[in-house]
């Protein structure tokens, strides 16, 4: 297990993010200005109604959107400043997802899923499956390499996609309300897996969700009302 | 290289989990587009050579000595015979002797002199007839009667479109006698010199120079038309080995007979109006053929258009986790490729497996030739190449549009 410093430098550093979106004459404004520092390391949960803006926060700390405004360095990049080709090299290289409904690619079995970032690194064939294989029993689903997502359950399906997520080793790990669409059970064993990549590996892990209880095995809680940052919680471990 | 692994990689595994019967009538529609690009103009193109062929093989043969542009007709023409028959190259060869001249019927029973002859202009030949079957095979175009003997005299083979009971779907466009039949005697009248022949047999054949011909025993002819120097007016050959007429026709300028005679291949000498219609054809076959690759194209593009559509959220989630859009491209240019190429390749093997010996053995029947499917390789294949590349593009195409889109759009399913 790995030792938490508490004087880690930030990963993320983004200050006065703003997001709007304009329909006809209308114009949203869903982010009104979100300072967030979160460290090498840290586990932070992101919290809120629906419609707070959490998962439109995480999308631009993650670099799937462009914020309207503000300042946004991860990794000691600006990222602001990237195209979009860099940009789509930037989260290979750097960042890892685990979205809501998994995500994957139904015709790829398991190993293949996992393989595919590997391979966009540039990873030979062989080297890709190996370390496919590895980062799918690391799971929990020794022996599932060949199962199509259609043959596995939904918690093996986000298991799968988590491996799919951690394979690269990014530095940051991105997880969209990962338990939304699972059982409690399933549900409780992703978090624990989660969270166990961020005690034991020191993975920095940003997750949106909804339910406390699974947010606790987090360092920081960030509130979301309306969006803007109503409360930073700092659980005690 | 990277991307194009990975699209090999979705787009392999994309084509292997489909629906199996989804993708057996893509292909088959590709199938039928690539045999309407081949067959279309094949057939079309194959009505003109299957006359060709007919030409060649019941008139011209594969090699044609004619007179020299000077000259009225084949100068020293039996110096010429006698040499050909030293060249082990050809297989047979006839001696063609032509004029014009008419010929009259029923003029035995004609009462009143003041009514209309039964004649008709025609073209006589003068042919030994054993050498003209041998090249030509004369004697499978008799339709009624008997070939000529060659020690019979004052006989003649009438062309069936000097028959009226044969020509009456020409109308008046040609000459033609009332009633006659073999065993009836008709009239050949050369300038002020007539002779009577008893009709031996009438010849029909798609050839016209066939069926718009008469033949009579060389020495005959030679009599009736004052032709005392001997010189003919054609000298048509067959070779041994088919495709060999360019070395053949060689060996004979080699050996001096291009100093009496114009020696020419078959496709030299033929007719230039057959290479004309060939080519309207094939123009006409790849109009046609072009609509059918319009209408293929339109249905890649729906195809993978769906696909991509209704793969829109994985595609976004594939570019959030950093699969560059090449990759994804690659994969959807990639079943387009599959399709356009299993579908091509089996219409290929329907077309040189089956339909080109089908047709060989059982011709289209078509009033003036026997129309065989003709697809030259070299052909095919720039139709194949242009298939591919606009099945490609239609492809492409749709891939590219929905790529495009906003990353989180696609994921989050926004339009």
């Known amino acids: ?237 | 290289m990277r991307a194009f692994r990975i699209g090999l990689l979705l787009g392999w595994r994309q084509i292997q989990r489909a629906n199996i019967w989804t993708t057996s009538l893509i292909i088959f529609v590709m199938m039928l587009t690539f045999l309407n690009l081949i067959a279309v103009s094949g057939i079309l193109v194959g009505l003109i050579a299957g006359a060709e062929k007919a030409v060649r093989a019941e008139s011209l043969g594969d090699i044609i000595l004619s007179e020299l542009p000077d000259e009225d007709r084949l100068v020293e023409t039996e110096g010429i015979v006698r040499e050909l028959s030293s060249f082990p190259e050809i297989e047979s060869y006839s001696v063609r002797y032509r004029s014009a001249g008419t010929l009259e019927a029923n003029y035995k029973e004609r009462r009143n002199l003041q009514a209309e002859r039964d004649i008709a202009s025609v073209t006589v030949t003068g042919v030994d007839p054993i050498q003209e079957d041998a090249m030509s095979g004369l004697s499978s175009n008799i339709i009624a009667g008997e070939y000529l003997n060659p020690d019979e005299e004052g006989y003649i083979l009438v062309g069936a479109y000097y028959v009226e009971e044969y020509a009456q779907q020409f109308g008046d466009i040609f000459d033609s006698l009332s009633g006659v039949k073999p065993g009836d005697t008709v009239r050949l009248t050369a300038g002020e010199v007539s002779k009577e022949f008893i009709i031996k047999g009438i010849i029909q054949s798609k050839v016209d120079e066939v069926s718009l011909n008469t033949y009579i025993p060389e020495r005959e002819f030679r009599r009736l038309f004052g032709r005392i120097d001997r010189n003919a007016d054609q000298i048509v050959i067959r070779v041994k080995e088919p495709g060999t007429e360019g070395i053949v026709k060689d060996t004979l300028i080699d050996s001096g007979l291009g100093e009496f005679a114009k020696i020419q291949t078959f496709d030299e000498g033929k007719p230039k109006f057959i290479t004309d219609i060939k080519n309207t054809f094939n123009t006409l076959g790849s109009f046609i053929g072009s609509i059918g690759i319009v209408v293929a194209s339109i249905t890649i593009f729906i195809i993978i258009f769906i696909n991509a559509l209704s793969r829109q959220r994985q595609i976004g989630i594939l570019k959030g986790i950093g699969i560059e859009r090449r990759a994804i491209e690659v994969a959807y240019i990639l079943q387009a490729a599959f399709y356009a190429i299993i579908g091509s390749a089996l219409g290929a093997l329907l077309t040189y497996g089956f339909l080109i010996g089908y047709f060989e053995r059982n011709p289209i029947q078509f009033p003036f030739s026997d129309g065989i499917l003709v697809a030259p390789v070299d052909e095919t294949i720039i139709r194949f190449a242009i298939l591919f590349t606009i099945t490609m593009i239609a492809g492409f195409l749709p891939a590219w549009s929905i790529v495009r889109k906003n990353t989180l759009n696609s994921i989050l399913g926004r339009k």
């Open chain 1, 1 to 237: 297990m790995k030792k938490k410093s508490t004087t880690a430098p930030n990963i993320i550093t983004a200050t006065g993010i703003t997001r709007t979106f304009t329909t006809g004459k209308v114009i949203t404004e869903v982010l009104k200005g979100i300072d967030v520092s979160i460290q090498t390391g840290e586990f932070v949960a992101i919290m809120g109604k629906s419609g707070a803006g959490k998962s439109t926060l995480m999308y631009q700390l993650s670099l799937l959107d462009e914020p309207s405004g503000g300042t946004l360095m991860v990794d000691n990049t600006n990222v602001l400043i990237l195209n979009e080709v860099e940009r789509t090299k930037f989260r290979l290289n750097t960042l890892g997802y685990v979205f809501q409904d998994y995500a994957l690619v139904p015709d790829l079995t398991a190993e293949e899923n996992v393989m595919l970032p590997l391979l966009m690194r540039g990873l030979e064939w062989n080297t890709a499956r190996t370390t496919a294989r590895g980062a799918i029993d690391g799971v929990g689903l020794i022996g599932k390499y060949l199962n199509l997502p259609s043959e596995l359950s939904g918690g093996e399906q986000q298991r799968v996609s988590i491996a799919r997520a951690i394979a690269g080793k990014p530095k940051i790990l991105f997880a969209d309300e990962p338990t939304a669409n699972l059982d409690s059970v399933s549900g409780t064993q992703v978090i624990q897996l989660i969270t166990d990549l961020n005690r034991i590996d020191g993975q920095t892990v940003v997750m949106v969700t909804h339910e406390r209880e699974y947010a606790l095995g987090a360092d920081r809680i960030i509130h979301m009302e309306d969006g803007i940052v109503v409360n930073v919680e700092q659980l005690k471990k």
